[in-house]
């Protein structure tokens, strides 16, 4: 295959996704920013998380794409000033319809950058009835 071949997906193209998840980024992190400074209320951040796992599973995912329907039972923990701990249920599926939404258990990390503004790093796990992705961003393995 040539590589322009691979890097082609439903979306236009694999960069175009990833600007997309990097906003989704910037709205978590904003969201995240106010709950560990201000008011410990988490607002928008179950749909905005939600839209952060639905972009990075169509970079993680093909034939078929995968998203997120929902993030529900999220729970949050300050781990420190720029670390968030969470714990949520999701609905994961395939984007064609061609299968069932199955509740998955979210597990992880973020990092905070020292701006707040943006996301340093995640390490966030997705399992449920067959479905096992790993979300990261700056993590080393």
């Known amino acids: ?41 988490k607002g928008r951040l179950p749909r905005d998380i939600e839209w952060l796992l639905t972009w990075y599973l169509k970079l993680a995912s093909r034939n078929p794409y995968f998203w997120c329907d929902e993030v529900s039972e999220l729970k949050l923990k300050k781990v420190s000033k720029k670390v968030v701990a969470l714990k949520a249920v999701a609905e994961i599926g395939p984007e064609d319809g061609t299968g069932k939404t199955v509740s998955c258990q979210v597990i992880g990390a973020i990092t905070l950058s020292s701006t707040k503004k943006e996301l340093k790093n995640y390490d966030i796990k997705i399992v449920g009835d067959g479905i096992d992705f790993h979300v990261t961003k700056g993590i080393k393995n």
Do not use: Q
């Open 1 to 41: 295959m040539k590589e322009k071949e691979v890097s082609k997906s439903k979306y236009g193209s694999r960069r175009k996704v990833k600007a997309i998840v990097r906003n989704m980024e910037h709205l978590v992190a904003l969201g995240l920013r106010d709950y560990v400074d201000f008011d410990n209320r």
